[in-house]
C-alpha cells in the first residue's frame, strides 16, 4: 500500500460501516483528513461515548443510556397500549409521524429459524412479561410486512391466545398521496379488503 | 427525538462523511450499536490516532505519518522523475497499476480563482524548489483531463518554461479493453491524434 500505517488502518475500520467498501471508505478517509479534521475528532469522541454508554431499556429493549428509556418513563406515554416493532429505526418512524401516544416494544429483529433466531433472542419473554405485570389492553403488532415479520406477529398473538388483549396489526392500503396506477396489486387487494363507509 | 442524547450525537456527527445524509447516518448508528460494538470502538481509535497523527509529507506533500514519506523515502524511487497529481487518490491509482517508480507531488486540490485557490494553496513554489534542489528531468503533469486540472497543468508548465526539464502529460485515448462504439467523440479524436505506428 501507498499510504502511511494510520491511512490504511483508518479505511480499514471504517469499512465496518453499512455500505461502506474499499472506495468509499477510503474517500471517507481522505475527505476526513484534508478537510474534516473537526468532524473526525467529533465523530471518535461520540463514536467512543456511543459504543461505551448506549444499553437497551429495561422494559422496552430500545437503545438507551439509562436503565429506562426516555419513552417508558413518561407517564403520558402509558396508557395501555403496547406497540411491538422490529427496530429503533421503525420506532423512529411512528415517532416522527408523532400521531401514536402509547408504549413500544422493540424486538430488534424476527424470528429467523433459518439464521437460528428463536423467540429468546428477540426478548418474547420480556415482552410476556410485560403484558402480565402492565395493564395492557392493546398489542399492536407493526413488525415489517414480510414473511419473517409477519410470522413474528403471528407467533406473538399465537402466545396472546385466549388472553384478554386486543391484537392489532397496521392497516395495508393505499400510501397518502400515491396514485392508483402505480399501486401493486397485493396493495390494491388489501385496499379494497379494507374499505370503509365514507361516513368514518 | 425518540432517541438518547449519545445516540442522536453519534447521528449527527456520522454527518460529517462525505454522502451521508440524515438516514444512512441513522442506518450506520443503529448498525454499529446492534451488531458492530467492536468495529465501532476500533473505528473510534483509528479515527483518534489518524486525526491526530497523520500529516503531510515535507517533500511530496501526500498523507504521511512521518516527516517524509515512505516513497520519498525508498531510494529506488528517486529516479529524477516527479509526476504531479491532484489528491492522494490519484496517487493511489497509479500506485496500484504499479508501473510507474518515479516520485510525486501532490497538489492536494487544483487551481480555482473562483473558490480562492490559488498557485500558493495547493505548494506550487513548494514543487518549484524541488525541481530546483533536485535533479529533476521529467515532470509528468497528471492532472484530471476538466478544466480547473488542465489549467493548473498549464500553469505549472508556464512556470517552467525555458527550463531544462521535459514536461509531459497523460496519454488520452481509449481505455485498454474499451469498445470504440462506446467511446465518445473527444476520446475518440484525442485518439486519433495521438495514433502511433504499429511498430512501436
Excluded at 422496552?60 to 417508558?72: A, K, L, M, R, Y
Excluded at 433459518?114 to 410485560?130: F, S, V, Y
Excluded at 385466549?162 to 392497516?171: H, K, N, Q, S, Y
Amino acid at each position: 500500500m501507498a499510504f502511511s500505517p494510520l491511512v490504511d488502518e483508518l479505511v480499514e475500520s471504517l469499512r465496518c460501516l453499512p455500505g461502506v467498501g474499499q472506495k468509499t471508505a477510503q474517500r471517507m478517509a481522505f475527505h476526513l483528513l484534508e478537510k474534516g479534521r473537526t468532524g473526525g475528532h467529533r465523530l471518535a469522541e461520540s463514536l467512543q461515548s456511543a459504543m461505551a454508554g448506549v444499553r437497551r431499556c429495561e422494559r422496552c429493549q430500545n437503545f438507551s443510556d439509562t436503565p429506562v428509556c426516555g419513552i417508558c418513563e413518561n407517564p403520558k406515554r402509558g396508557n395501555g397500549t403496547i406497540c411491538v416493532v422490529e427496530s429503533p429505526s421503525d420506532l423512529l418512524a411512528i415517532e416522527q409521524a408523532g400521531d401514536y401516544q402509547g408504549g413500544y416494544f422493540v424486538l430488534m429483529g424476527h424470528l429467523s429459524p433459518i439464521d437460528g433466531i428463536g423467540p429468546a433472542d428477540i426478548g418474547i419473554e420480556c415482552l410476556m412479561q410485560r403484558i402480565n405485570d402492565e395493564d395492557i389492553s392493546e398489542l399492536i403488532l407493526a413488525t415489517n410486512p414480510t414473511v419473517e415479520g409477519e410470522a413474528t406477529a403471528h407467533y406473538i398473538a399465537d402466545r396472546l391466545d385466549g388472553r384478554d388483549v386486543l391484537i392489532t396489526r397496521l392497516a395495508h392500503g393505499i400510501p397518502v398521496g400515491g396514485e392508483l396506477g402505480y399501486v401493486d396489486g397485493f396493495t390494491l387487494t388489501h385496499a379494497f379488503r379494507g374499505r370503509k363507509p365514507l361516513s368514518d
